[in-house]
């Protein structure tokens, strides 16, 4: 029992002195595949070592690969760090190793799920009686609400796809943004539906789905069919006009799916809800909670606002599972069995917040975004290419001739490769309407005005490097 004592404390210090010295270390690491495996691809021995030599060792030897993107100066993709409090529930609810899947085998995960999905549909403005899954992550997410979409909209044709499947099942029509994700496609391409038979919608400059196109492609056709929205382009934040494209494709009884990963979390703050305007109106939603919210990976969250739809589409139904003698059991909002209690991050975050700190989070972030587009558009051969609507900013460095292309994308490709060398923060490189770019997401809750200004400072050292 002391040794587990040792253990778990020396694991916290650990941790802990990993996330104290986070914003210090070079942001994205040097360590090869090679020098990793050196350390790390030690032989498994037959007698097994000793716990505390194992723990020890782990995290001296990952420790060179680790990528500071908890930290204050990651930009790449929309990560996102952990707030502390979510940190220390996580941990909780490894010690605790609760199965989550069921109100049977945790009726403490069970109700703190339930808590916290109540809270989520409130904060983010969705029906109070929508069901809501806890997944890995968005891409499970959008598998779910588009599995519950299929079920929706065949049923009204009168064809069960959850007893007969899509062999010999009506056609159901899809329509996607021409700026869609990558992962409502892949979600459709595992449901079956295919992941290239989507009709894609124009989109506007910033890459958000035209409503007049949508109503057009539609095109008073009411048999089934399944619209796929986006609150949140990845490139440039830009939201496709929920409002709008829900009312066209109601018209004619088409489900309207809304990937909103990380934009759906503007509908928490005051300032910025106007973006999802509309969105209440949909029929199912995903979000993350370990972008925006900033917990721990895997959480992803899978809304439908008719929970028969996710249930049916989603529940285990063998015969030994434990009926329920309670409102709701975890497992039948995903398409998971076992799993653990992932929502309990998201409580303890959320209850350590409160609105106004969610709010703050959110709109700091999207303040943080702009201070970084107009202190890198400050400088001459840096462009932004987007309109900061969000926490995305599109940045190109294409000196004075803009004109150029191939030599733009050139010099932007090396800038971003100078940047992610020099260890100050770390961004990511983007393609977006033909043209090469920098991608920077402020999503953390670390990173300040300082931590902003001293990447601005690198970015535009790293960029007058690049002849
Ligand atoms: C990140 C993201 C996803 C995928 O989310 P995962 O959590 O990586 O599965 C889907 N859609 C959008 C818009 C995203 O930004």
Same mark, same amino acid.
């Given at each position: 029992?002391?040794?587990?004592?040792?253990?778990?404390?020396?694991?916290?210090?650990?941790?802990?002195?990993?996330?104290?010295?986070? %914003?210090?270390?070079?942001?994205?690491?040097?360590?090869?595949?090679?020098?990793?495996?050196?350390?790390? &691809?030690?032989?498994?021995?037959?007698?097994?070592?000793?716990?505390?030599?194992?723990?020890?060792?782990?995290?001296?030897?990952?420790?060179?690969?680790?990528?500071?993107?908890?930290?204050?100066?990651?930009? &790449?993709?929309?990560?996102?760090?952990s707030?502390?409090?979510s940190v220390a529930a996580d941990w909780l609810t490894s010690a605790w190793d609760q199965n989550a899947g069921l109100?049977?085998s945790s009726?403490a995960s069970s109700?703190i799920e339930?808590?916290a999905?109540?809270? $989520?549909?409130?904060?983010? %403005?969705?029906?109070?009686?929508? %069901?809501?899954g806890f997944a890995t992550g968005?891409?499970m997410?959008?598998?779910?609400?588009?599995?519950?979409?299929?079920?929706?909209?065949?049923?009204?044709?009168?064809?069960?796809?959850?007893?007969?499947?899509?062999? +010999?099942?009506?056609? $159901?029509?899809?329509?996607?943004?021409?700026?869609?994700?990558?992962?409502?496609?892949?979600?459709?391409?595992?449901?079956?539906?295919?992941?290239?038979?989507?009709?894609?919608?124009?989109?506007?400059?910033?890459?958000?789905?035209?409503?007049?196109?949508?109503?057009?492609?539609?095109?008073?056709?009411?048999?089934?069919?399944?619209?796929?929205? /986006?609150?949140?382009?990845?490139?440039?934040?830009?939201?496709?006009?929920?409002?709008?494209?829900?009312?066209?494709?109601?018209?004619?009884?088409?489900?309207?799916?809304?990937?909103?990963?990380?934009?759906?979390?503007?509908?928490?703050?005051?300032?910025?809800?106007?973006?999802?305007?509309?969105?209440? *109106?949909?029929?199912?939603?995903?979000?993350?909670a370990h972008?925006?919210?900033?917990v721990p990976y895997d959480c992803g969250i899978?809304?439908?606002?008719? *929970? *028969?739809? /996710?249930?049916?589409?989603?529940?285990?139904?063998?015969?030994?599972?434990?009926?329920?003698?309670?409102?709701?059991d975890p497992y039948?909002y995903v398409p998971e069995g076992s799993r653990r209690g992932r929502a309990t991050p998201v409580y303890a975050?959320?209850?350590?917040? &409160?609105?106004?700190?969610?709010?703050?989070?959110?709109?700091?972030?999207?303040?943080?975004?702009?201070?970084?587009?107009?202190?890198?558009?400050?400088?001459?051969? $840096?462009?932004?290419?987007?309109?900061?609507?969000?926490? /995305?900013?599109?940045?190109?460095?294409?000196?004075?001739?803009?004109?150029?292309?191939?030599? +733009?994308?050139?010099?932007?490709?090396?800038?971003?490769?100078?940047? /992610?060398?020099? %260890?100050?923060?770390?961004?990511? +490189?983007?393609?977006?309407?033909?043209?090469?770019?920098? *991608?920077?997401?402020?999503?953390?809750?670390?990173?300040?005005?300082?931590?902003?200004?001293?990447? $601005?400072?690198?970015?535009?050292?790293?960029?007058?490097?690049?002849?």
């Open positions: 029992m002391d040794d587990r004592k040792r253990l778990l404390e020396r694991a916290a210090e650990l941790g802990e002195a990993f996330l104290a010295g986070v %914003g210090d270390r070079r942001v994205f690491p040097t360590a090869t595949a090679e020098s990793l495996r050196s350390t790390l &691809g030690v032989e498994l021995t037959d007698r097994g070592e000793e716990p505390m030599a194992v723990i020890e060792a782990l995290a001296h030897d990952a420790d060179p690969g680790l990528v500071a993107s908890a930290g204050p100066r990651y930009f &790449g993709f929309v990560i996102g760090g707030v502390p409090t109100y049977a009726p109700v339930d808590v999905a109540g809270w $989520i549909l409130d904060l983010l %403005g969705l029906p109070a009686t929508a %069901g809501v968005a891409t997410a959008n598998l779910t609400g588009l599995g519950a979409a299929r079920s929706a909209v065949l049923d009204r044709v009168a064809w069960d796809v959850e007893a007969r499947g899509l062999i +010999g099942a009506p056609p $159901i029509r899809i329509f996607v943004g021409d700026e869609v994700h990558t992962t409502v496609p892949y979600a459709l391409r595992v449901l079956g539906l295919g992941g290239a038979t989507a009709t894609r919608v124009a989109v506007d400059g910033q890459g958000a789905m035209r409503a007049d196109a949508l109503r057009d492609a539609l095109a008073s056709d009411t048999s089934p069919a399944i619209v796929c929205a /986006q609150a949140g382009n990845v490139n440039t934040g830009a939201f496709d006009p929920i409002g709008p494209i829900v009312e066209a494709a109601h018209e004619v009884g088409a489900w309207v799916h809304v990937d909103g990963a990380f934009g759906l979390w503007a509908g928490a703050s005051p300032e910025l809800r106007h973006l999802v305007a509309g969105i209440e *109106r949909a029929d199912s939603w995903t979000t993350d972008k925006w919210l900033n899978a809304i439908v606002a008719d *929970r *028969r739809w /996710q249930v049916r589409s989603m529940a285990l139904t063998a015969a030994y599972l434990i009926a329920a003698d309670h409102d709701r039948d975050a959320l209850r350590a917040m &409160g609105r106004n700190g969610l709010a703050e989070l959110v709109e700091r972030c999207c303040r943080l975004a702009r201070r970084f587009a107009e202190g890198l558009a400050a400088e001459p051969g $840096i462009r932004i290419l987007n309109d900061v609507v969000l926490n /995305q900013v599109l940045v190109r460095f294409d000196a004075a001739d803009a004109a150029d292309v191939p030599a +733009g994308d050139a010099r932007t490709r090396a800038a971003i490769g100078v940047i /992610q060398r020099d %260890g100050t923060l770390w961004a990511g +490189g983007t393609t977006w309407h033909g043209l090469a770019a920098m *991608r920077l997401s402020v999503s953390g809750w670390a990173t300040t005005d300082a931590d902003i200004d001293r990447s $601005i400072e690198a970015i535009v050292r790293c960029a007058r490097s690049v002849a």
